[in-house]
């Protein structure tokens, strides 16, 4: 059984978990909007990260829902605002790594910020597979 | 109100207040603090007599002969010198031991030990429902079986399995039976005259009393022997050697004497503060509840709400001292074994959360605790996407998921 640890997080987890920036959902029908869904509920971390692409390939808006630890939560909510405004292409260069220093993740929870990089990319390229489709209709 | 609300008494209970100050007493050059063992002085018989009286408390709860009982420095203990004890004893006659995969770490690992030592170790499954079926039992029976060791109260789910059988299964066979009481002590009720059990370990920080104190009832009717895992001064008939600690085993026959005398009205306590707190659960959406709900221990309740996570959820349960079932960590997340062992799905173990009451546990509290739950609950299904699918109707098990 594992006891409240919540000591073991940083404030800016704490900041993040008690006020997720940009959680809801996106409509994911339409064309410029791109989901990614990450994880695994056996393994206790699942993501869905979605965001919408304007003109010029910057991302207007990005939403979140996670189930998953705090870090897990964080994480989400840390790239969600992280990716607005940005290009596709920089929204892509995010590394776990970067997620995991701002942060200040303990080793034991890297993998939330490793998860958060794949729902970056999982939307990216959903988004990316919606507009190929767009072209060929 | 004190906050956080301590609702983690299977994990451990303040000591209570007439058990604390009876140990001062034993601690101070004013105080008893002769060793009991020193048989040349007034101080060293003042402790061994004050020994006595808590050896014969702590029997009295069972209902065990005060030789019957050695002190250990916990159950821990006590599982080890139990099962260790008696398969080093015995290997002789046999290098089987009966187990279930449920027991607590102080078990499994001792067994887990054993087997390096060319031990054959059974690993029984529990039904559904957190208890072993006496049929699984008696069918891993083989003849070079020599111990049976089985939990009466699980410390994560709270079920109570039927020792009174379990033991006269063993008995009938010539088997030793060990039972770890650690979680049944104080709240359920054991004669070791009635219900056939050849070692018994126990707790004192489970019923109020200090840590780092417990007890390993070892029978003498019929005799049963062992061999000591700690070695030195022959003391606790030569199956515990080490000085005893006075002010502990004060404490602890204290806490058994109060124990026994409030038994049933602790009982009782108990039970009406987790049925207050299971009936304002109840009415939450998605949530199950882990173990038998009928062969239970009193305080005790194991919920998974589902589409949440335990460790998200506890982190919104701030005003309440909890514990789950999962542990986010490393690689990937690991979620109660014990639940895994009764068939709790992976996901549905991440969402447990254990509640348990006790003496101190009060209605307001339980009513605090309860509106925390349903507003942690509320705001991290707003937050999970597993809670959009479960909504939309979605199997999750067709979903595609990574890592899988």
């Given at each position: 059984m594992v006891m409240q640890n919540y000591g073991v997080y940083g404030d800016k987890v704490m900041d993040h978990y008690e006020h997720p920036r940009n959680?809801?959902?996106?409509?994911?029908?339409?064309?410029?909007?791109?989901?990614?869904?990450?994880?695994?509920?056996?393994?206790?971390?699942?993501?869905?990260?979605?965001?919408?692409?304007?003109?010029?390939?910057?991302?207007?808006?990005?939403?979140?829902?996670?189930?998953?630890?705090?870090?897990?939560?964080?994480?989400?909510?840390?790239?969600?605002?992280?990716?607005?405004?940005?290009?596709?292409?920089?929204?892509?260069?995010?590394?776990?790594?970067?997620?995991?220093?701002?942060?200040?993740?303990?080793?034991?929870?890297?993998?939330?910020?490793?998860?958060?990089?794949?729902?970056?990319?999982?939307?990216?390229?959903?988004?990316?597979?919606?507009?190929?489709?767009?072209?060929?209709? | 109100?004190?906050?956080?609300?301590?609702?983690?008494?299977?994990?451990?209970?303040?000591?209570?207040?007439?058990?604390?100050?009876?140990?001062?007493?034993?601690?101070?050059?004013?105080?008893?603090?002769?060793?009991?063992?020193s048989r040349s002085h007034t101080y060293g018989w003042q402790a061994a007599e004050a020994v006595d009286d808590a050896r014969t408390y702590v029997a009295q709860m069972i209902n065990a002969q005060a030789n019957e009982i050695v002190f250990t420095s916990g159950a821990t203990e006590s599982d080890n010198l139990a099962i260790t004890g008696v398969a080093r004893r015995h290997k002789k006659k046999g290098k089987h031991i009966i187990t279930s995969a449920t027991e607590h770490k102080?078990?499994?690992?001792?067994?887990?030990?054993?087997?390096?030592?060319?031990?054959d170790v059974t690993y029984l499954i529990p039904e559904k429902s957190g208890l072993i079926k006496l049929e699984n039992i008696e069918a891993a029976v083989r003849d070079d079986t020599i111990l049976v060791s089985i939990m009466h109260v699980n410390n994560e789910i709270g079920t109570v399995q039927n020792i009174d059988a379990i033991g006269a299964l063993c008995h009938s066979k010539g088997i030793l039976f060990h039972v770890d009481c650690a979680q049944s002590i104080g709240k359920v009720p054991l004669d070791v005259r009635h219900t056939p059990v050849d070692l018994v370990s126990i707790s004192a920080h489970k019923v109020y009393g200090p840590k780092g104190i417990g007890a390993l009832f070892v029978s003498r009717h019929p005799r049963v022997d062992l061999d000591p895992i700690i070695h030195g001064g022959g003391?606790?008939?030569?199956?515990?050697?080490?000085?005893?600690?006075t002010h502990q085993i004060v404490g602890f026959g204290e806490a058994m004497r109060i124990a026994k005398q409030e038994l049933s009205q602790d009982i009782e306590h108990m039970r009406t503060m987790r049925d207050r707190l299971l009936k304002g659960l109840s009415d939450i959406e998605a949530i199950c509840?882990?173990?038998?709900?009928?062969?239970?221990?009193?305080?005790?309740?194991?919920?998974?709400?589902?589409?949440?996570?335990?460790?998200?959820?506890?982190m919104s349960l701030r005003d309440l001292a909890v514990s789950t079932g999962s542990a986010c960590t490393s690689a990937s997340s690991e979620s109660s074994y014990v639940l895994r062992?009764?068939?709790?799905p992976d996901e549905l173990a991440h969402s447990s959360i254990r509640f348990s009451v006790g003496r101190y546990t009060t209605a307001e509290e339980i009513d605090h605790a309860v509106q925390a739950v349903h507003a942690g609950v509320a705001r991290l299904r707003e937050m999970s996407p597993l809670w959009d699918l479960y909504k939309e109707g979605v199997d999750m098990k067709q979903v595609s998921w990574d890592n899988q």
């Open positions: 959680v809801g959902s996106l409509d994911k029908e339409d064309p410029n909007v791109g989901s990614g869904l990450v994880g695994s509920p056996s393994c206790g971390d699942v993501m869905r990260l979605q965001i919408k692409v304007g003109a010029g390939g910057i991302i207007e808006d990005a939403k979140f829902k996670t189930y998953g630890c705090g870090s897990a939560i964080a994480s989400s909510s840390l790239v969600t605002e992280w990716m607005k405004g940005k290009t596709l292409n920089e929204a892509a260069q995010v590394k776990n790594a970067t997620i995991a220093q701002e942060l200040a993740l303990p080793p034991v929870k890297v993998h939330c910020s490793v998860l958060a990089e794949d729902a970056v990319k999982a939307a990216i390229n959903n988004y990316k597979e919606k507009q190929h489709r767009e072209k060929e209709v | 109100m004190k906050l956080p609300i301590y609702l983690d008494y299977s994990a451990t209970c303040p000591v209570d207040e007439r058990v604390a100050k009876k140990m001062m007493q034993y601690l101070t050059m004013d105080g008893t603090f002769g060793n009991p063992a102080a078990v499994l690992d001792t067994c887990k030990s054993l087997e390096n030592e060319g031990f003391h606790e008939r030569g199956m515990r050697s080490g000085t005893l600690a509840i882990n173990g038998d709900l009928t062969e239970r221990v009193c305080g005790n309740l194991n919920i998974s709400f589902g589409y949440v996570e335990g460790e998200a959820l506890l062992a009764i068939g709790v």
